[in-house]
């Protein structure tokens, strides 16, 4: 009897050849590229070119008038950085305000996203409020905040003038300290609503089941939270964490619009540095160097912080 190929048709006594079903390979389609082609364009054309750009310029005494040559100068650019005290000094205000505003934007932004968890009548206002700031325009909540904090604003006549708390008005935004208070409180006050957001939409993906088997074995709510709730909603202290210290690094219109760097440049932070360097003493050399300095620190940064966030989470399990 002859055997049978897989190409030979199999016969049906009763009904006759069976036709034989061939597998088909997927075909690639041109689609899914095509719909993703604008996007892509658009990406390269308004972020890696003008990035590749500012790494080129970096290495030249770049020269914007028409017809005048840019002369190559290397790493000169980079070395003048390192020795120049105004860019540690812009470095170390961004490190001020990373520090100081991502641990409390995290903390008092699950604080309320803990008590809007529950749903009430009045939930869906509160949110509307907490997340207000985040989507004002930094203009005009800057000088929102300018008009507060001035020497004769209304913090100033309310300390001093109403509850009688300070005996002299204070001068905030003339002095470093005080200035970086008031644009630190500025990042918080605006950013906890978005904090609060990301929270409570992980909040809500906690499994009820968890708690309720914590509660069956007796555990307190401070217990439930810290066992149950925290593990759970570590992903999102993880995104949250690397986007806030990203955000603070790159921090720039709330310096620019309060205090303008001042004063004399003691409250420039890194981009705002850069900005007076290129755009006001049109040194797009320089200030290019310095995009790219910062673009490697936050790069750097957020890449320890995944690794470090990942390594406990794998301890934790």
């Known amino acids: 009897m002859a055997l049978l190929t897989s190409d030979q048709p199999r016969v049906d006594r009763a009904t006759g050849p069976v036709p034989v079903a061939r597998s088909r390979r997927p075909r690639s389609s041109a689609t899914p590229y095509l719909f993703l082609l604008p996007g892509v364009a658009i990406f390269v054309i308004a972020i890696i070119w003008p990035a590749l750009q500012a790494f080129r310029m970096s290495f030249y005494h770049w020269q914007i008038m028409a017809g005048a040559i840019s002369q190559w100068i290397g790493v000169d650019n980079y070395v003048r950085a390192f020795r120049d005290p105004a ?23 699950l604080f309320i996203a803990v008590l809007l968890k529950r749903r009430s009548p009045s939930q869906p206002l509160f949110r509307v409020l907490y997340y207000l700031p985040v989507i004002t325009s930094w203009v005009v909540v800057s000088l929102l905040f300018k008009y507060l904090f001035a020497d004769r604003g209304l913090v100033n006549f309310t300390l001093h003038d109403f509850l009688h708390l300070m005996h002299s008005d204070v001068s905030w935004l003339s002095e470093r300290g005080t200035a970086l208070i008031v644009i630190c409180l500025l990042g918080i006050w605006k950013g906890v609503g978005w904090s609060m957001m990301i929270y409570l939409a992980a909040l809500q993906g906690v499994p009820e089941s968890l708690e309720e088997a914590a509660l069956v074995d007796g555990a307190g709510p401070w217990q439930r939270f810290r066992a149950v709730t925290l593990p759970a909603i570590n992903p999102a202290t993880v995104f949250l ?9 790159n921090v720039f219109a709330s310096v620019e619009l309060v205090t303008g760097g001042g004063p004399v440049g003691q409250t420039d932070v890194v981009l705002s ?16 160097a310095i995009a790219v300095i ?20 794998e301890e934790l399990a």
């Open 241 to 249: 964490s690397v986007m806030l210290v990203i955000g603070g690094l």
């Open 294 to 313: 910062l673009a490697v620190l936050v790069f750097v940064l957020a890449v320890l912080q995944l690794r470090i966030t990942r390594d406990r989470g």
């Open 87 to 109: 860019f540690w000094l812009s470095l170390s205000n961004s490190g001020i305000y990373m520090l100081a505003t991502v641990i409390p934007q995290m903390a008092i932004g």
């Open 273 to 288: 540095y850069m900005y007076t360097q290129a755009f006001r003493y049109l040194d797009f050399g320089y200030g290019s």
